[in-house]
């Protein structure tokens, strides 16, 4: 019986991971069609495009998945979809920036604020965080890329803004109009990444404790999961030991 339920935990989880790597897939698919549709349809002539092509390939997405995804822009194929931001607070006072991509906005919209509010968080108007946080370039690679030297070396000579370090992983930053550039250069010098793309980095961290910070990761899961969001930045700090207990 004991090993039936071990069997039954392992599909479980396995299926929830399935489902979120469709999930995952389907909204890379989504971004790939906007950058195509918005500019040129060859990733070589379209920053955009190409980042969101590079993003695709570090998640491990199918060559045939990003492919189709292109050939629905240049067929005129799909939905419309509109670009919109969110921004609003979570439990202790953190501060979240929602992005979208979506061909509803009152859905959209009215999904994110019951989001919002059954999970312990307020729903601002747009501007109501966003001064807390930059828009920047976020390169990220293996530690296997090369020792901390190298890396600062290889970054600097991009045109890299600052990198950060750890022992999991080396995380460039670059200005906003220069993550293609450098990205491409790093790629050179240092293979291809793991990841490449803007990201809304936090000023400052808000920390949280143990019960904020289940809340706060409920409602972060809860945004992450509508098929409408593309990405949900937050900017609060968790210790090791709370983090070990939420994971529990």
Request: glycine share 8%; net charge negative; charged share 30%.
């Amino acid at each position: 019986m004991a090993g039936h339920s071990k069997w039954a935990n392992i599909q479980h989880r396995k299926g929830r991971q399935d489902a979120a790597r469709s999930k995952l897939f389907s909204k890379l698919s989504k971004e790939i069609t906007v950058a195509a549709k918005m500019g040129d349809p060859d990733p070589e002539k379209n920053p955009r495009l190409r980042l969101a092509v590079r993003e695709a390939k570090a998640s491990s997405m199918p060559k045939d998945n990003i492919e189709r995804a292109i050939k629905k822009s240049v067929a005129g194929e799909g939905d419309e979809y509109e670009e919109i931001r969110y921004e609003g607070y979570g439990p202790g006072g953190v501060a979240i920036i929602v992005e979208a991509l979506t061909d509803n906005r009152n859905r959209t919209a009215s999904n994110v604020r019951s989001t919002f509010s059954k999970n312990g968080g307020n729903l601002g108007e747009t501007g109501s965080v966003g001064f807390m946080f930059d828009r920047v370039g976020q390169i990220v690679y293996p530690v296997s890329a090369g020792d901390v030297d190298a890396v600062m070396e290889a970054a600097l000579e991009a045109g890299a803004d600052d990198v950060e370090s750890s022992e999991e992983e080396h995380i460039i930053y670059t200005a906003m109009e220069d993550l293609s550039e450098v990205s491409t250069a790093l790629e050179g010098s240092l293979g291809d990444a793991a990841s490449a793309k803007l990201i809304w980095k936090p000023q400052n961290t808000n920390p949280v404790d143990e019960d904020q910070g289940r809340t706060l990761m409920k409602l972060l899961d809860a945004l992450e999961d509508d098929d409408d969001v593309q990405s949900v930045t937050a900017n609060f700090e968790m210790s090791d030991e709370v983090m070990a207990k939420l994971a529990e």
